[in-house]
RNA sequence: GGUCCGGUAGCUCAGUUGAAUAGAGCAACAGCCUUCUAAGCUGUGGGUCAUUGGUUUGAAUCCAAUCCGGAUCACCA
């Protein structure tokens, strides 16, 4: 049991003995007393001086008194200043804290529930390499998954990779076009920057091709153009012309419908037809070039520490949903339109009437989703499956559930969307067709040669070998890079900036990572004289604040777990490094004052080190021995 | 236009179930290595918590309005 539930506790049966009333954890609010006041936790007496009626001082002091009278192993002294009772906790409540854990490798850490979580994350297409965006997603979705194992679920991870569709189409039109038969073999590249190159190539291509039309358009000619999208054009171009105040959206509009009209994107519908009939040398092509893909993908997640229980594919997947549309009308929660399309009317929720599928029969991306939802609940039976997802799709997301909420799937209730934000540049967001894309191989190479430049600038390891030089630079470069991605909460967005390196000092991974370092060579050297003596002891200032950080863990985990977010997690473990660095140059550990003291600073190291340790690991990020 | 999210120090961010004088990191400046790793520690300066009004003993936090930025509102995925 954490301190601060032994506190309420003890208060409550304090207010209970004390006073006529019904006292509970949740009457009143306990906090960390602040640094420039005396004590350790504070409780505020303002909710309890208001149902009592008596003043802050008054009840402050009959209720520090009774704590410290009937608790003497717990509390040690009070003060109450303005409304706030500060009660100072034994120092031998913190020893036997320390004594009874400081080897304890799961401390913090949850006993199993029994619950059941899936986490979906990364989810690529297979039409391009991974990016910036789809880091914080991997590191995101893989972290709140072992956040959650933690707190004693069990969690399967997996990935739904968009492996058809026009994306996909449009790199083997350009290969076909364009390729001359280049592999990876061939070629040297790798898979997923192949097939991503020859996307590339059918975004130039295809804007040449629109070009012209687009002119023309714009100057009022409509030929090749017919039925809906003629309409709206007219009335675009229209309206461009009068100086509509849209005009910059409207002529993105434009462009989109002209670019839907070209030759090119013909030929790419024609071929998602073709795939879709199961023509043989399409789906030849396809297989071929996502295998190339999924070798480059592979790569890429071994790298950066992704992996998944269970892989779904979209091409498996996207009919799904379809017997869900029937068994939706005959429930009625979904009605049909006279030219025989299908919708469900969520005005009443204030949203909007949502297409289901299509008049020719086919389904859309929300009708397969919920297939796809009722295909993992049927395997899994999970309690609570959560999606890693941009906060682009929040509306998407509210709509899936209400879905599946109105037709009573078993699973509705558990969705959940773990929303973030777009990581920007400062000149805005990424746009692969402006190739202003960061992609994530580079910067993970650029981020193990900038921790290379800094080990060896600081010269501190050169008795490493060359395999150890290589871990090492791995280590601390993903270690920057993730913190970096997670030290933010999930859902604000965030600017990276290519030209400033992701630091390492201050509020980074590597200063978790130095930290973890300088403990274990303290560890090395004094393993011998392990923890014979009793350390009991006072607690120095230092020592003291340390240990009270360390105890929080397991609330930490569990608000982590609760809130859906790692950044708790990551501010949480920078604070104690900061508090251990602040006691490791204070206070000696090796020639510590006394041998009880001795033991006492080395079982704070211990736990300190397999805190760091655990906590890194949740965030995905291995600490070193040596740095 | 409707809905949702954000706006806190020069920059990047904590703090948002109301509570003591609003905190970190970076950058700037001043100190600290004959002693366990200086990727560290200590200190200084830096704020109209977007604006206005309200609720409250008490508001960065709750409510309302306004301003700024973003996302979304496809028979795309």
């Not at 505020?44 to 009840?59: A, C, I, N, R, T």
């Not at 994306?167 to 040297?188: D, E, R, Y």
């Not at 999606?387 to 009573?408: A, P």
């Not at 009880?596 to 070193?624: H, W």
Request: charged share 25%; proline share 3%.
């Amino acid at each position: 049991m954490s301190v601060t539930s032994v506190i309420q506790v003890q208060v409550v049966k304090a207010l209970d003995s004390l006073y006529e009333g019904n006292f509970e954890p949740g009457s009143f609010q306990l906090s960390q007393t602040k640094p420039e006041f005396e004590g350790d936790y504070t409780v505020v007496l303002f909710s309890l001086v208001k149902q009592l009626k008596k003043s802050p001082d008054g009840l402050g002091n009959e209720l520090g008194q009774y704590l410290v009278a009937n608790n003497a192993g717990l509390f040690t002294a009070y003060n109450v200043i303005k409304g706030f009772l500060n009660l100072t906790i034994t120092d031998a409540y913190w020893v036997s804290l320390l004594q009874q854990n400081y080897k304890n490798p799961n401390f913090g850490k949850a006993a199993a529930t029994g619950k059941k979580v899936m986490v979906e994350y990364s989810s690529p297409n297979t039409n391009k390499p991974l990016h910036l965006g789809h880091l914080r997603n991997n590191f995101l979705g893989w972290s709140i998954a072992e956040i959650l194992k933690a707190n004693g679920n069990t969690v399967t991870k997996t990935c739904i990779v968009n492996d058809r569709g026009v994306h996909i189409c449009k790199s083997m039109l350009a290969w076909q076009k364009m390729g001359n038969g280049a592999t990876p073999a061939t070629t040297g590249s790798k898979g997923d920057h192949l097939v991503g190159d020859y996307y590339v190539q059918f975004e130039n291509e295809l804007k040449q091709q629109a070009a012209p039309l687009l002119e023309q358009v714009l100057a009022g000619n409509f030929t090749g153009f017919e039925g809906e999208p003629l309409t709206k054009l007219q009335l675009f171009v229209q309206r461009i012309n009068n100086g509509d105040a849209k005009a910059a959206e409207l002529k993105d509009e434009v462009k989109e419908l002209v670019r839907n009209n070209t030759p090119l994107m013909q030929e790419v519908r024609t071929m998602l037809l073709k795939w879709e009939e199961g023509d043989a040398d399409t789906l030849a092509l396809w297989k071929q070039m996502n295998e190339w893909v999924y070798a480059g993908f592979n790569e890429t997640y071994k790298r950066i520490g992704s992996n998944f229980d269970k892989t779904y594919y979209e091409s498996n997947t996207y009919l799904l949903g379809k017997k869900t549309v029937q068994w939706g009308l005959d429930k009625g929660v979904f009605f049909k339109k006279e030219d025989g399309s299908v919708w469900i009317d969520l005005t009443a929720d204030g949203l909007d009437e949502k297409l289901v599928q299509r008049k020719d029969g086919t389904s859309v991306y929300i009708t397969q989703d919920i297939g796809l939802a009722q295909d993992k609940y049927n395997e899994y039976k999970m309690d609570q499956s959560i999606y890693v997802i941009g906060d682009e799709q929040n509306y998407h997301m509210k709509v899936l559930k209400l879905i599946c909420q109105k037709l009573d799937l078993p699973n509705a209730d558990g969705i959940y969307h773990l929303s973030y934000g777009m990581v920007e540049l400062p000149t805005g967001r990424m746009k692969s067709r402006e190739g202003t894309v960061v992609d994530a191989d580079d910067l993970v190479d650029e981020m193990e040669k900038i921790s290379a430049q800094h080990t060896e600038e600081l010269g501190k390891v050169k008795d490493f070998t060359t395999e150890e030089l290589k871990q090492l630079y791995h280590t601390l470069g993903m270690g920057a890079l993730k913190f970096y991605l997670l030290r933010v909460e999930p859902k604000k967005k965030m600017v990276f900036n290519p030209e400033e390196s992701i630091d390492f000092h201050g509020f980074t991974g590597p200063f978790i990572q130095y930290t973890h370092a300088r403990i274990k060579s303290i560890l090395r050297k004094e393993a011998a004289t392990l923890f014979t003596n009793a350390p009991q002891t006072a607690l120095l200032k230092l020592e003291k604040e340390l240990l009270v950080q360390l105890e929080q863990y397991g609330s930490i985990l569990q608000q982590a777990a609760a809130e859906h977010n790692p950044s708790v997690i990551a501010s949480y473990t920078f604070h104690l490094a900061k508090a251990y660095n602040s006691f490791y140059t204070e206070h000696s550990v090796g020639n510590a004052e006394t041998p009880a003291k001795k033991e006492l600073r080395l079982q704070l190291c211990q736990l300190t080190a397999i805190i760091i340790a655990s906590a890194m690991g949740l965030l995905g990020i291995q600490v070193p021995e040596r740095m």
